[in-house]
């Protein structure tokens, strides 16, 4: 069963940091671009960021860059977003998500594997 689970979210103080995890089972992870969404209510969902295949080429949303920093451990068939320097805008269900293929893509409709979601929540 091919599934994407995240973990790691929670409430943060603005100004903090969180660390998201996402493990996958069920394929071959270094055969997948890797990327985080968030979704916040009301709201489409957003790109933050994404890694290809082999870590080696990432790609930010302008309102993450520097901020965020996405990664993958192949060996330990996880990706990461490491979120610093939170804000309240932040708030949002954080996803990550798949794509076979070798492009890094921005929109949702191009990855075809999607975890559960984790909420993040950051109070001012």
């Known amino acids: 069963q091919v599934q994407l689970v995240e973990s790691g979210g929670g409430l943060v103080q603005a100004g903090g940091s969180l660390r998201l995890s996402c493990e996958h089972s069920g394929f071959t992870f270094n055969w997948y671009v890797m990327a985080w969404f968030r979704q916040a209510p009301g709201k489409e969902r957003e790109f933050l960021a994404a890694?290809?295949?082999?870590?080696?080429?990432?790609r930010y949303a302008d309102s993450v860059e520097g901020r965020f920093t996405i990664s993958r451990d192949n060996g330990k068939n996880t990706a990461y977003l490491q979120m610093n320097s939170l804000k309240p805008e932040d708030t949002a269900v954080y996803y990550c998500?798949?794509?076979?293929?070798?492009?890094?893509?921005?929109?949702?409709?191009?990855?075809?594997?999607w975890g559960q979601g984790t909420q993040v929540t950051v109070s001012s």
């Open positions: 890694v290809d295949r082999r870590g080696f080429s990432t």
């Open positions: 998500a798949g794509h076979h293929d070798t492009s890094v893509e921005v929109v949702p409709s191009a990855y075809e594997l």
